[in-house]
């Protein structure tokens, strides 16, 4: 029956790896929940919003639903974490990192975010929050974190580019 849950999370799935996004979040939406395959359906969510068409507030609203439904579920806290991450957010992102290893969900990426949480800078950061911004234009903490991702590109590229002042003078 494709009306049925289920028939809409198989649809959505399917349009989904067909590249079909908005289909897929039309499908997946008719998926409750709090029913079979709920919370997959809103994972597929999840991911699609956020890395298919790069909404990504949109996305964290999906990944907040299933966090109240399953509070230690590892792939919206692995969304949620990526998000966190690459906006800069350090008080959730180090949260959602330390409720991903409670639950037996983090990944070695967890630890560097960690590490590094006062320098987080990523080699694809400024394109990724770039395509976030394109779709999310209001947001100012998108359009920060694209701000702040260029400035951080900026001054890696200033670090590993050779200047006249590196030049060897006594040759």
């Known amino acids: 029956d494709p009306q049925s849950a289920m028939g809409w999370f198989w649809q959505g799935k399917s349009q989904q790896r067909q590249l079909q996004f908005q289909d897929s979040i039309e499908s ?16 597929l969510r999840v991911e699609i919003l956020l890395h298919g068409l790069h909404r990504p507030l949109q996305s964290l609203r999906v990944a907040d639903e299933v966090l109240k439904v399953e509070p230690g579920n590892v792939d919206a806290l692995r969304h949620r974490i990526y998000l966190f991450a690459m906006t800069m957010q350090r008080p ?5 990192i330390r409720k ?3 639950v ?14 006062d320098d987080l ?4 950061g ?3 929050v770039h395509r976030w911004h394109e779709q999310e234009p209001d947001s100012q903490l998108i359009r920060a974190a694209e ?7 900026g001054r890696a590229a200033s670090l590993t580019t050779p200047g ?3 030049e060897n003078h006594y040759a």
């Open 28 to 43: 997946l939406t008719h998926v409750p929940l709090n029913g079979p395959r709920g919370i997959d359906a809103a994972n």
């Open 92 to 96: 959730p992102l180090m949260a959602d």
């Open 100 to 102: 991903a290893i409670e």
């Open 104 to 117: 037996g969900g983090d990944l070695p990426e967890h630890y560097i975010y960690l590490i590094n949480v």
């Open 121 to 124: 800078w990523f080699l694809d």
């Open 126 to 128: 400024m394109d990724v």
């Open 147 to 153: 701000l702040v991702q260029k400035l951080k590109r």
């Open 164 to 166: 006249p002042e590196s």
